[in-house]
């Protein structure tokens, strides 16, 4: 099978991880956290995420000039994406997450954009692929330059922001969760192709025009850090359609992706191979 060419539109960020026992409540202070430093972004995780799975992949993003971009894109350089679509800002620095997560592997979230938020349309760099990945952490703009391309085109959104009746009209798949799948509504229904939304611990669903056409259930994990393990989602989803698997199956795929990289910390760090997504599915 010749690999599906991926190209990634989104953002870069370095992630700052304090693990603790609780998260905190609004106005309450934590201690005793233990703090780590990841590669992070949903672009570049979705990116890796799809790299990992065997896909030729190619990232377009912004980042600073900044030690942090070094940082921040290391793995995927490691693991040969192609970031040659990837601009420098010289006067904003590389985006940042500040992430907080508990004993149970919830967490809580705020990210600093920086060079996320000036990556403009003129920034994005197109390149042929049979399947094209988007997230809402850039500017609508850049979402917008990347409709353009040919082959599937997936919108992840993520966080959830006002969007244009053009991006669901174009989209071939939307990826939402529950609550951005609330946010959006019956603006959903318009989408042209499939619509996942995914539910946590309780697995996903496809949806075409408002009606559920395949339901999966991840396999049984004990869940370390769920960051990243949306992205994963994405990522193996877009993988298995893009290589002309059956919905159903690839649905069953991009879930059990998203329970393995709830079980190790970090988001680029946890995202799995694909040997052990087929091993984990084989036990069930």
Not at 229 to 253: C, N, S, T, Y
Request: proline letters at 6%.
């Amino acid at each position: 099978m010749t690999a599906p060419r991926i190209l990634v539109v989104g953002s870069v960020n370095l992630d700052f991880v304090a693990t603790a026992a609780k998260l905190p409540a609004p106005g309450e202070t934590v201690t005793g956290a233990v703090l780590a430093r990841h590669p992070g972004g949903k672009g570049a995780n979705q990116a890796l995420a799809a790299r990992r799975l065997g896909a030729e992949v190619a990232l377009a993003a912004r980042v600073g000039r900044d030690a942090m971009a070094d940082e921040a894109l290391a793995l995927l350089r490691a693991e040969g994406v192609d970031l040659s679509g990837v601009s420098v800002d010289e006067d904003a620095s590389t985006g940042v997450a500040l992430i907080a997560v508990s004993a149970d592997g919830e967490n809580q979230i705020i990210v600093a954009s920086g060079a996320n938020g000036t990556f403009a349309r003129a920034h994005v760099a197109l390149t042929p692929a049979d399947a094209v990945i988007c997230q809402l952490e850039t500017p609508m703009e850049t979402v917008e330059a990347a409709m353009a391309t040919q082959g599937l085109f997936c919108i992840n959104l993520a966080p959830a922001a006002p969007t244009p009746d053009a991006i669901f009209a174009r989209a071939d798949l939307v990826v939402v969760n529950e609550g951005e799948a609330a946010f959006m509504g019956d603006r959903l229904n318009a989408t042209r192709g499939l619509v996942a939304i995914t539910y946590g611990a309780r697995g996903a669903a496809l949806f075409q025009h408002g009606r559920e056409i395949h339901r999966a259930a991840p396999p049984p994990v004990t869940p370390v850090d769920t960051t990243g393990a949306g992205d994963a989602f994405v990522g193996a989803l877009v993988v298995a359609l893009a290589e002309k698997q059956p919905p159903e199956r690839a649905l069953r795929f991009a879930c059990a992706a998203g329970a393995l990289a709830a079980t190790r910390p970090g988001a680029q760090p946890s995202l799995p191979k694909r040997d052990s997504i087929e091993q984990l599915l084989l036990k069930c």
